[in-house]
């Protein structure tokens, strides 16, 4: 069975760590529904409603018996393409409007090949939308100080809008030092200090909301699920994603919990979310029974777990065991193809915001 621990990844990485976890398929109690979650949809493609019953007489039920597969899919995927339209027609009226054209500048350090592909796809993206890309790759043992110098020339380079430093970066480095280098008008993946400190703060303004989190709430907007109100759960604390989608959902007026490594029955405080948000990289770890029968889920993980029947000997899995939360949810993002996505369409968002904003362009 997979492991009931997890931890808190302080940086990308544990996120996507080549970690090979077998589990099986046991069975679930999981409580009858005791109130209906709507998911309404404002857009025409998307569902339009959602909501499940359940008698309430009847209080615990197993997953062998319990009904097919319901859960609406968030298609990410699909969400993150319609973005990418919108942005695309941005760019264009930015540039015939006023001849500029947003430019986003990525630093990759080392040769991880998750990275290189993320970066790879990255500047794909850009393209498709006519964002210009500026990329520089250092090699693994590269110094801070080499990296810090790229970002100081970026800072001032007027035809860059975005920078970014893809994570991880190796250890020799400080993270820190190097995020905090990056010009707040131009931090769009929304790590700098002073933006999650804006984040936090009610009636203050962050110039940029790191992507990820981003993509999640905009998820939740574009399926029309009410947040206001509602109980949420996020799993994990980490700076990139854990805690900014726990900021992000209070703003939404939501209440919050962050469940972590140390918290004392985190399947219990779990099961009581209207909406869920699991970013800790533990392959399959909420299980059925962790979860509220109509709560929406956005699993953010993308775990890697050997299967010698895939081309790459492994396939993607989230923190969210996939085929049991969709007997009980009431809507769930896959992996791949649900969140992951999202976070290179809030990026160019990002992107062409930081251009509009720097030429007063509305
Ligand atoms: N500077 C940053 N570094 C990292 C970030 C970030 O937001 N900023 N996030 C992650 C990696 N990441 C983007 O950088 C990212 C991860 C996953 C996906 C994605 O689309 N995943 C696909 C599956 C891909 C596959 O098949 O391998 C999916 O979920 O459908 C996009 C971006 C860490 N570093």
Known sequence: MVSMIFNDPSSAAAFHRLSFTRFSNGL?????????????????????????????????????????????????????????????????????????????????????????????????????????????????????????????DFNGDPSVHGILVQLPLPSHMNEQNILNAVTIEKDVDGFHPLNIGHLAMRGSEPLFVPCTPKGCIELLHRYGVDIKGKRAVVIGRSNIVGMPAALLLQREDATVTIVHSRTKNPEEITRQ??????????????????????????????????????????????????????????????????????????????????????????
Not at 82 to 110: D, F, H, Y
Not at 345 to 362: E, G, Q
Request: hydrophobic letters at 40%; a positive charge; aromatic letters at 6%.
């Open 28 to 152: 679930v109690s999981l409580r009858r529904f005791v109130g209906p979650l709507h998911v309404f949809s404002n857009t025409p493609t998307l569902p339009r409603a959602l909501s499940l019953h359940a008698p309430r007489s009847s209080r615990f039920i197993t997953a062998s018996m319990a009904a097919e597969p319901s859960a609406k899919v968030i298609d990410g995927k699909s969400v993150a393409k319609q973005i990418r339209e919108e942005i695309s027609a941005e760019v264009t009226k930015l540039k015939e409007a006023i001849g500029v054209v947003p430019g986003l500048a990525v630093i990759l350090v080392g040769d991880r090949k998750d990275s290189a592909t993320y970066v790879r796809n990255k500047k794909k993206a850009c393209e498709s939308v006519g964002i210009n890309s500026f990329e520089v790759n250092l090699p693994d043992d590269a110094s801070e100080q080499e990296v810090l110098k790229y970002i100081s």
């Open 273 to 362: 979310a209207d909406i869920i948000i699991s970013a800790v990289g533990q392959p399959n770890m909420v299980r059925g029974s962790w979860i509220k029968p109509g709560a929406v889920i956005i699993d953010v993980g993308i775990n890697p777990v050997e299967d010698a029947t895939s081309p790459r000997g492994y396939r993607l899995v989230g923190d969210v065991c996939y085929d049991e939360a969709c007997k009980i949810a009431a809507a769930v993002t896959p992996v791949p193809g649900g969140v992951g996505p999202m976070t290179i369409a809030m990026l160019l968002s990002n992107t062409v915001s930081s251009a509009k904003r720097a030429y007063n362009f509305n």
